[in-house]
Every structure is written in C-alpha cells, then in structure tokens.
C-alpha cells in the first residue's frame, strides 16, 4: 500500500478543525521519471510513489496517479478509482459552478455515500468551508435527520474541498423530467409543499436563510420511480429574461408596489420606465417575449383551471408566498397553518 496521510473530519468535531494546514505529502504531485520498467500490465513504481502497484492508470486500494486538474480547477476521475483509501467512486450523479458531485462506496462503512468535491479555486475552497460550518449546524439540531441532507465528514484531497453527505434519492427535477414534466396531482403538491415548508421553517428558526430553492436541490429519499398522473403544465415563469420574468410576474400576480419601484438601485432603474413602472412592452426583446407573457392568466384563473378542491386554499395559500413585499409575505412557520395545509378534505372541517 503506498503512504496515505490522510486527514478526515466527522462532522461532529469540526469545530476544531484547522482553517489553515502545512501541504501535505499526498497533495503534491510526484516527480515521476520518464520511463518506469513494466511487468504485463502492471507497472513497477518508483519509490517515490508508494510501493502500490499501479494497474492500467489505477492503484490498486489507494490514491490514483497524480493528475492535473481540468483548466476550470474541477477534479478528474476516472469510475473505479479511490478518494483516499476509503471511497471508491462509483459514477458521476452531477455538476454545478461548486464542482462535481460523485457516488462512491464507502468501504468503512460499508455503505454508498455522494461527495461533493469542489473546484481548486480559492473562492470556492472558502466558500466550502462556510458550507461545512452551516451543515455542521444543521446537523447538529436536526436530531432525526428528516430536515436537510446530512454530512457525514469532510476532508482535503489533493487541493480540493470534499464533502461527504448521505445518498438520497432523485431531484425534484429529475422526478419531473422522468415524468415528462407533468403537473402533480392537488395531494401530492399538499404533501411535497408541506415538507419544503417544514425544511425552510426549520431554517429560519436557526437564523439560516436557504437562497437557491428550486427543483434541482430539492431531493427525494427514495430512488424508486413514480408515474404521476398525466396532466398538463409548465413552470410558472418559464424564462431566463429579467425584464420578461418581472413581466410574467405582473402579468399573474399584478403590478408591483409602486413603493418598491421607486426603492429600485442603479442596476435596476433599466427595467423600469422613468423610475415609475417596469418598462413594458416598450422594452420586449421580440413580439414571442411579448406572446409569452400575454398568454398567462391571473393566478386565480390559473389554480381553477387544474385544481378540482382545495383551489381557494391555494389560491389564498399562493397569494400570501408569492407576495411582492418580504415584510408583507407570508412566513414558512405561518404558512404550515394555513387552511391548505390544516383543513382535513375527508370530513370537511380541520384537522388537529
């Protein structure tokens, strides 16, 4: 076995952890020679790599061979390979602006595991470590495990952040796709919203506020596949166009508060006419950007035209989240006790 000297953190003694550390050993690339002697496939290494023997570009129970990392600093693996000794990867489950998210085996715990291993970037190494430190607290007072993904440890690998969480399930976006992007069923929206609720309020009682919610970071427990019923619909605001989603915005939930609009900074005075209302159509790139937002409807009309019950529930429920107004908008701890999610639609009155 060649020589780890590996550092792995439990997430629950990370409060003393170093901030900084002396490179280490197996950080540094090695000075390999030009030519090492070969026996059939296996090449015999130099004593500066370990005494493992290297099979077709893998060690065997170890660390791979040094590689450089891509020119955006994401690491580069091949299936099959070590994360120090004890992860051995599985498959690629995913890629963002952080870096990459693989599944490997944990051969300690005898269990799989996702470990997100974060771009050799400075902004991103920090930025790991404040993740660390927010999970850490998660961790530590979400007893059950049912509020947010857990971390199981973390460690530094080859100049890269790795964090290594439980695996779970599919994204909410990965479900949608598999279902062709059919809407839910009323129950199944009830039960999913009741759940991000609970998540997002369990956060807000920490002083923790969640910036990025959307389908994609929204996991299920289960990788067990579901067939949902096969009804039409489509995201709300399908856009990536500023001044186009503040119009679609308009368009469903009214105009913004003229108060608000005259708060607008520098960056944003550009989508609105003379500071006193947004700057459409005037400003439409295209008459299809225009075509996109006339054909919305009111958020009424919307909920009545796929919901059978419960459409003035969430109508109500929808007006109070989707409020222009942060100081007006309807909290996660409140919103739990609206009548959408309290009333029981079997006798017709509430729940306890």
């Known amino acids: 076995m060649e020589t780890q ?51 077709k570009g893998a060690a065997r129970n170890g660390s791979p061979p040094w590689r450089n990392d891509d020119k955006d600093g994401h690491y580069m693996f091949a299936i099959g390979e070590h994360l120090t000794s004890r992860y051995r990867i599985l498959s690629k489950m995913g890629e963002g602006t952080f870096g990459q998210v693989l599944e490997c085996w944990d051969m300690e715990k005898k269990e799989a595991v996702a470990i997100k291993i974060v771009r050799s970037i400075n902004k991103y190494r920090e930025a790991a470590m404040i993740e660390i430190d927010v999970l850490q607290n998660l961790a530590k007072h979400d007893i059950g495990g049912t509020r947010c993904v857990q971390i199981r440890n973390w460690f530094d690998y080859r100049n890269h952040i790795c964090i290594v969480f439980e695996k779970l399930g599919p ?36 002083r923790l506020i969640h910036t990025d919610l959307k389908p994609e970071n929204i996991l299920l427990v289960s990788a067990e596949y579901v067939k949902v019923p096969d009804y039409k619909g489509e995201a ?58 006339w054909k919305l409807p009111r958020l009424q009309n919307l909920i009545m035209q796929h919901v059978d019950h419960s459409a003035g529930d969430l109508i109500d429920l929808l007006q109070g989240l989707l409020c222009y107004d942060p100081t007006d908008r309807l909290k996660a701890r409140d919103a739990l006790r609206h009548p959408f999610f309290t009333r029981d639609l079997r006798r017709g009155g509430y729940s306890l």
């Not at 000297?5 to 390999?32: A, G, S």
């Not at 296996?42 to 004593?47: E, L, Q, S, V, Y």
């Not at 976006?173 to 929206?189: C, E, G, Q, T």
């Not at 503040?246 to 609009?261: I, S, T």
């Open 5 to 55: 000297w590996i550092t792995e953190f439990p997430h629950t003694n990370m409060d003393k952890r170093p901030r900084k550390r002396p490179r280490l050993t197996w950080d540094m690339p090695p000075q390999v020679p030009k030519a090492l002697p070969t026996v059939g496939n296996a090449t015999i290494p130099n004593h500066n790599l370990g005494s493992s023997l290297y099979y």
């Open 171 to 206: 994204s909410l976006y990965d479900f949608l796709r598999k279902n062709s992007y059919r809407s839910f069923p009323i129950d199944l929206v009830r039960e999913l919203g009741r759940q991000l609720l609970e998540s997002v309020a369990f956060m807000h009682d920490l």
């Open 236 to 293: 709300l605001f399908q856009t990536h166009e500023n001044l186009e989603h503040l119009a679609m915005m308009e368009r469903v939930l009214g105009p913004l508060p003229q108060q608000m609009v005259n708060r607008a900074d520098r960056r944003a005075e550009k989508y609105f006419r003379r500071g006193t209302r947004l700057d459409w159509p005037e400003g439409a790139t295209s008459r299809e950007s225009m075509r996109a937002v």
